[in-house]
């Protein structure tokens, strides 16, 4: 056949790919997989997707999931007009930010509102507690000020005064919270009058098309739900109720703190100012993005200036380093008076500017695809994974001083079993590398976060064949000498000194939630 698209358009991801496709009038035909009966976890599309996820896309014998990895790839195949992905060097970048950006702060808070605010009530006829509903709220307002203030500001568009990939991702993504009632727009005519200019740009026509399902989901009838899936909202429930109304298990006359499922240091040491210099790299080699940017920049004898951001002292959170990155997160680049934040984004911007060997990010369509693929997938699930291994295995006890459940470390680590086993059957398969023969951007990616895990102690190749000996290849294609150096912190960090009384007095409440 021609060209499939899996799709929901219940799913803000299938609601972007759906409309990117129709609008460049890119021929398709529309396999439509039902969330609301479970269609995805179905035998017949886990045989097309083993993440049991949408969209999809297959095109002839060829199958890419991950809705970034499959925009990019309609644009090259179809040659969709320049504005979408647009080629000039800088712009490019400001789209691969975004789109890296997004996964966590946009999709993922989104769709918590849809679900505690509808289908949560809706499935289990309780409403989820007024705290826990106020700290997403609270999450959600604070990413779209920072949507603002870095990726619009002044601008028709993010990229500037054309639509791109980037807008419609944003957009389909802000909708989510619609079907619950929640409009995000609000409480800004900058946010709401961004969107009125998106949706001409889409077409009105094709944009209420493309969202019918979604802003009709509250008339949906739950009753034909399997009750397994009752069953265990309303477990989550409880666990909500059993906490902290703003989401921590704190004292009485405690503020209420946010749960943040990422390690926060509040430092007061103020990151250094430096003079400008030509390309800067502003990094922490105990974060595992930041390893990868190193690693590659070295590899491939890019000149750069390090710029060292101590996590551990709360450098990233400096009133100094926001003035590079308002995000303030590491890793983050410097070329001149352009500022790049995001691992990936910076990747690809380094693999164009300085013209690195092909295999990096292959010209090949359909390599170049499976390089993207994993790239995108990356974010909420690997990632997260060896982050939250290393902090309840060895962080909070060598660190803190904390010790942490033996139930909840068990299954920090069953789930990250879990992530290994698909990272080997579906992007490891039988080949060499990630992506094919060759050593690509995914392997080096994969690799720097999987190192986290192993410093704390975990056998994450053990009983792996197969991933250890990608391990060993990625090693030396990377060469010995530089991923010892690159590694060199993080494998020491059980060594690492006790945190300093003031700074782990002001880090708790949020350690806790993460404990959580």
Not at 215 to 227: F, G, I, M, N, R
Not at 284 to 307: H, M, T, W
Not at 342 to 351: M, N, P, R, W
Not at 438 to 454: G, K
Request: proline share 6%; aromatic share 10%.
């Amino acid at each position: 056949m021609g060209l499939e698209l899996y799709l929901d358009l219940l799913s803000a991801s299938c609601r972007a790919v759906y409309i990117f496709a129709k609008i460049n009038n890119i021929p398709f035909d529309f396999q439509f997989v039902d969330l609301l009966k479970g269609q995805h976890h179905s035998k017949e599309y886990i045989s097309i997707n083993p993440l049991r996820k949408l969209p999809s896309l297959k095109d002839g014998n060829f199958v890419l999931s991950e809705c970034v990895a499959i925009l990019l790839y309609l644009c090259r195949k179809y040659s969709t007009p320049s504005h979408w992905y647009p080629p000039d060097l800088h712009l490019r970048a400001r789209v691969d930010e975004f789109m890296a950006w997004q996964h966590t702060a946009i999709q993922l808070p989104m769709s918590k509102i849809l679900w505690i605010k509808l289908l949560i009530p809706m499935i289990t006829g309780k409403e989820v507690p007024a705290g826990k509903t106020e700290e997403i709220l609270n999450e959600v307002n604070k990413n779209m000020q920072l949507f603002e203030e870095k990726f619009l500001q002044d601008k028709m568009f993010i990229t500037g005064d054309n639509i791109s990939l980037a807008d419609v991702v944003a957009l389909v993504e802000m909708m989510q919270p619609m079907a619950s009632n929640h409009n995000i727009f609000l409480n800004s005519s900058k946010l709401a009058e961004w969107r009125m200019r998106v949706e001409l740009n889409i077409g009105s026509g094709l944009f209420s098309e493309a969202h019918d399902r979604l802003v009709k989901l509250a008339e949906w009838d739950c009753s034909t739900l399997d009750p397994t899936v009752k069953e265990k909202l309303c477990k989550l429930l409880q666990k909500f109720k059993e906490l902290h109304p703003g989401g921590v298990a704190a004292p009485p006359g405690k503020p209420r703190i946010p749960v943040l499922w990422f390690a926060v240091f509040l430092g007061s040491q103020v990151w250094p100012r430096c003079p400008v210099m030509g390309l800067e790299l502003y990094l922490d080699l105990v974060s595992q993005p930041c390893r990868a940017v190193y690693i590659f920049a070295k590899k491939n004898g890019i000149p750069f200036e390090l710029r060292t951001v101590e996590l551990r002292k709360g450098q990233h959170l400096s009133d100094a380093f926001a003035q590079v990155n308002p995000v303030k997160k590491v890793p983050a680049l410097k070329d001149g008076n352009f500022v790049l934040t995001e691992s990936v984004a910076i990747l690809l911007y380094l693999t164009r500017k300085y013209k690195v060997p092909d295999h990096w990010y292959p010209q090949d369509l359909q390599a170049c695809a499976r390089v993207d693929e994993y790239l995108a997938w990356q974010h909420t699930t690997l990632r997260r994974n060896c982050l939250r291994a290393l902090w309840h295995k060895m962080m909070f006890p060598v660190f803190l001083g904390e010790s942490v459940s033996p139930e909840m470390l068990a299954a920090t680590l069953a789930e990250l079993d879990v992530t290994l086993k698909i990272l080997e059957d579906k992007f490891l398969q039988n080949k060499a590398f990630l992506s094919g023969p060759h050593i690509s951007l995914a392997d080096l990616v994969a690799i720097t976060e999987l190192m986290h895990p192993v410093s704390a102690g975990c056998q994450v190749f053990e009983g792996r064949p197969k991933l250890a000996a990608w391990r060993q290849r990625v090693e030396a294609a990377v060469g010995e000498d530089l991923f010892q150096e690159a590694h060199e912190s993080i494998l020491k960090a059980k060594d690492f000194l006790p945190a300093d009384p003031t700074i782990k007095q002001k880090m708790m409440p949020r350690i806790l939630a993460l404990i959580r």
